[in-house]
C-alpha cells in the first residue's frame, strides 16, 4: 500500500513540477496589456503602439496599449508594479520614471528601481525649445533678455517629466524666472502654447514639428549634441550656449518585479528581432523618434540607474521643490 502511495505521488509531482516551465516557454498564451502611463496622443503612446503592432504579428496575440495617465505618471506605473508578474502586464517606462525616486520619494507607494524590471529600451526622441509665434524673438539669447523684461509663463508637461525638469535647470542657468503652468502630460499644453497663454515650452520633436513648420510656433534650440535632420535650420542647445543642458527623452519596457527569467528574456528578443526592422525603423523616425539598436536588460538596466542618479543631480542643483 505504502508503495503504491509513494508511486502515485511521485507521478503527481511529475505531471506538477514541469507545468511553469511548458507555461513560460508557451507564453504568450493569453493578450498582452501594455500601459502607458501618460496621456493618449503623446510621443509615448505613439513609440509603444508601433512596437505593440509588430509584435502582435509576430507573437500571433494581441498586445493592447492602454493610457492610463494620472498622479505625473506614477499611477499607471504603480499599477504595473503591484500587477501579476506573469509577464502579461507591461509599462511603457521614460524620463518620468527615472525622475520619480527624486521627484516623489516620501509619497509613492512603489519603488521605481526595486519594484520593476527594465527589460529592453525601444528609442530615444529629441526635445525642442519652443515659443508661440506671438513672441517677438527668434533666438535663445532674444528670449533670455525677452524673459527678463517680462513676466512670462511656461508650460509644464507633469511635475517630474523632462519638460519640468529641463525648463528650471534653464531657468537656473539662464537667470530668468518663469511660472510653471503645469499640464497632464504634451498634448494638453500645445493649445495654451499656440494661443501664447504660456510663452515657453521645452516640446518633444514628435508634436513640434509639424507646428515650427507651419509656423505657429518657433523653435530656438534642440536638446541634443547634433543638429536633428528634420529641423537642420536649429541650433544645438551647445551652439546656443548651454552645452551641458543636452537632455533626450526614451521610451522603455518594465516589468514587475519577479517576472520570470524566460519570460523576461522572451520579451528582450521579441523586441530586439523588431528593433532590426527596416519598417520598424522608418516608422519610428516617422514618428519623430530615434529607433535604438539591439539592447539586453542588463544594458538597459544600467542605463536606467545611471537616469536615476543624473535626475537626482539636476533636482538637486535646479532646486526643485519635491513631494
Known amino acids: 500500500m505504502l508503495r503504491r502511495l509513494l508511486a502515485a505521488a511521485m507521478v503527481a509531482a511529475a505531471a506538477v513540477l514541469p507545468l511553469p516551465v511548458m507555461a513560460q516557454s508557451d507564453w504568450p498564451t493569453q493578450p498582452i496589456h501594455w500601459i502607458v502611463p501618460f496621456p493618449a496622443g503623446g510621443q509615448a503612446e505613439v513609440a509603444t503602439r508601433i512596437v505593440a503592432e509588430h509584435l502582435s504579428s509576430m507573437w500571433g ?54 519594484d520593476l524590471v527594465p527589460v529592453v529600451k525601444i528609442g530615444s526622441t529629441t526635445f525642442v525649445m519652443v515659443v508661440p509665434k506671438a513672441v517677438p524673438v527668434s533666438t535663445l539669447d ?26 528650471e535647470m534653464f531657468k537656473l542657468k539662464a537667470g530668468i524666472d518663469m511660472q510653471m503652468i503645469p499640464y497632464n502630460g504634451q498634448p494638453p499644453a500645445v493649445t495654451d502654447v499656440l494661443a501664447n497663454r504660456v510663452q515657453f515650452m521645452i516640446m518633444g ?41 543636452v537632455m533626450n527623452g526614451w521610451a522603455g519596457i518594465h516589468l514587475p518585479k519577479d517576472t520570470p527569467e524566460a519570460i523576461v528574456k522572451k520579451i528582450s528578443d521579441g523586441v530586439n528581432e523588431v528593433l532590426k526592422s527596416t519598417d520598424f525603423q522608418e516608422q519610428m523616425r516617422k514618428a519623430g523618434w530615434n529607433p535604438e539598436p539591439p539592447n539586453t536588460p542588463e544594458e538597459f538596466k544600467a542605463f536606467f540607474e545611471k537616469e536615476v542618479q543624473s535626475w537626482q543631480q539636476t533636482v538637486t542643483d535646479a532646486k526643485v521643490q519635491t513631494n
Open 205 to 245: 520633436l514628435a508634436l513640434s514639428e509639424p507646428l515650427i513648420k507651419s509656423g505657429d510656433i518657433k523653435a530656438l534650440a534642440v536638446l541634443d549634441a547634433q543638429r536633428h535632420p528634420h529641423l537642420p535650420d536649429v541650433p544645438t542647445i551647445g551652439e546656443a550656449g548651454y552645452p551641458d543642458m
Open 61 to 114: 496575440q494581441p498586445v493592447l496599449v492602454e493610457a492610463k495617465p494620472g498622479a505625473n505618471g506614477n499611477l499607471g506605473s504603480e499599477d504595473v508594479a503591484r500587477s501579476n508578474p506573469d509577464g502579461y502586464t507591461w509599462l511603457s517606462s521614460g524620463v518620468p520614471l527615472s525622475t520619480a525616486p527624486a521627484m516623489y520619494a516620501s509619497t509613492i507607494n512603489y519603488d521605481p528601481v526595486n
Open 142 to 167: 532674444e528670449f533670455i533678455a525677452y524673459a527678463k523684461q517680462n513676466d512670462l509663463a511656461y508650460a509644464g508637461s507633469g511635475i517630474g517629466s523632462l519638460v519640468h525638469l529641463g525648463s
